[in-house]
Protein backbone atom coordinates (compact mmCIF):
# COMPACT_ATOMS: atom_id res chain seq x y z
CA UNK A 1 0.00 0.00 0.00
CA UNK A 2 1.30 3.22 -0.83
CA UNK A 3 1.12 6.65 0.79
CA UNK A 4 0.61 9.73 -0.90
CA UNK A 5 0.11 13.28 1.06
CA UNK A 6 -2.39 15.99 -0.07
CA UNK A 7 -0.77 19.52 0.16
CA UNK A 8 -3.28 20.34 2.53
CA UNK A 9 -2.33 17.74 4.76
CA UNK A 10 1.46 18.66 4.40
CA UNK A 11 0.37 22.48 5.20
CA UNK A 12 -1.68 21.26 8.18
CA UNK A 13 0.93 18.91 9.44
CA UNK A 14 3.53 22.25 9.13
CA UNK A 15 0.77 24.49 10.85
CA UNK A 16 0.45 21.68 14.30
CA UNK A 17 4.26 21.60 14.44
CA UNK A 18 4.29 25.57 14.41
CA UNK A 19 1.67 26.20 16.72
CA UNK A 20 3.65 23.49 19.44
CA UNK A 21 6.77 24.56 19.21
CA UNK A 22 5.21 28.40 19.96
CA UNK A 23 3.09 27.26 22.52
CA UNK A 24 5.36 24.77 24.25
CA UNK A 25 8.87 23.87 22.44
CA UNK A 26 11.00 21.84 19.75
CA UNK A 27 10.58 18.74 21.34
CA UNK A 28 6.95 18.59 21.87
CA UNK A 29 6.49 19.71 18.06
CA UNK A 30 8.90 16.81 17.41
CA UNK A 31 7.35 14.14 19.35
CA UNK A 32 3.73 15.34 18.21
CA UNK A 33 5.15 15.59 14.73
CA UNK A 34 6.63 11.90 15.00
CA UNK A 35 3.51 10.95 16.53
CA UNK A 36 1.35 11.91 13.84
CA UNK A 37 3.93 10.30 11.11
CA UNK A 38 3.72 7.18 13.04
CA UNK A 39 -0.42 7.23 13.11
CA UNK A 40 -0.45 7.59 9.28
CA UNK A 41 2.39 4.94 8.52
CA UNK A 42 -0.12 2.14 10.74
CA UNK A 43 -2.88 3.41 7.70
CA UNK A 44 -0.38 1.57 5.38
CA UNK A 45 -0.70 -2.04 6.64
CA UNK A 46 -4.15 -1.11 8.38
CA UNK A 47 -6.17 1.05 5.74
CA UNK A 48 -9.35 0.38 7.18
CA UNK A 49 -9.21 1.66 10.60
CA UNK A 50 -10.60 4.66 10.38
CA UNK A 51 -14.09 5.80 10.72
CA UNK A 52 -16.56 6.42 7.93
CA UNK A 53 -16.65 10.41 7.46
CA UNK A 54 -20.38 11.70 7.74
CA UNK A 55 -19.48 14.62 6.25
CA UNK A 56 -18.68 13.86 2.46
CA UNK A 57 -16.22 16.64 0.78
CA UNK A 58 -16.93 14.38 -2.32
CA UNK A 59 -19.54 11.96 -2.69
CA UNK A 60 -17.53 9.95 -5.31
CA UNK A 61 -14.94 9.24 -2.70
CA UNK A 62 -15.31 7.57 0.68
CA UNK A 63 -13.23 9.66 3.36
CA UNK A 64 -12.48 8.25 6.22
CA UNK A 65 -11.25 9.49 9.84
CA UNK A 66 -8.34 8.19 12.05
CA UNK A 67 -8.04 10.05 15.09
CA UNK A 68 -4.48 9.92 16.49
CA UNK A 69 -3.94 10.40 20.34
CA UNK A 70 -6.56 12.94 21.26
CA UNK A 71 -5.55 15.79 19.50
CA UNK A 72 -5.54 14.84 15.64
CA UNK A 73 -7.76 13.99 12.87
CA UNK A 74 -6.20 12.17 10.21
CA UNK A 75 -8.80 12.50 7.28
CA UNK A 76 -7.87 10.31 4.09
CA UNK A 77 -9.19 7.90 1.71
CA UNK A 78 -8.35 4.72 -0.18
CA UNK A 79 -7.93 4.44 -3.80
CA UNK A 80 -6.11 2.13 -6.20
CA UNK A 81 -4.03 0.44 -3.34
CA UNK A 82 -3.37 3.94 -2.25
CA UNK A 83 -3.69 5.64 1.18
CA UNK A 84 -4.14 9.48 0.56
CA UNK A 85 -3.76 11.66 3.56
CA UNK A 86 -6.32 14.61 2.38
CA UNK A 87 -5.63 16.92 5.87
CA UNK A 88 -5.13 16.70 9.68
CA UNK A 89 -7.17 18.30 11.36
CA UNK A 90 -5.95 19.54 14.85
CA UNK A 91 -8.39 19.42 17.44
CA UNK A 92 -7.08 21.43 19.79
CA UNK A 93 -5.85 24.60 17.73
CA UNK A 94 -8.14 27.85 17.52
CA UNK A 95 -8.83 27.74 14.22
Known amino acids: MKLIWSK ?5 LSQIYFYYKKHFNS ?3 NNVKLS ?3 A ?6 YPNVGSVCEKQWDDSI ?3 AFVEHK ?4 I ?7 VYIADIWA ?3 DH
Open 8 to 12: EAQFQ
Open 62 to 64: EFR
Open 71 to 74: NHKI
Open 40 to 45: VKLLKT
Open 36 to 38: IYD
Open 76 to 82: YYIENNT
Open 27 to 29: KVA
Open 91 to 93: CNM
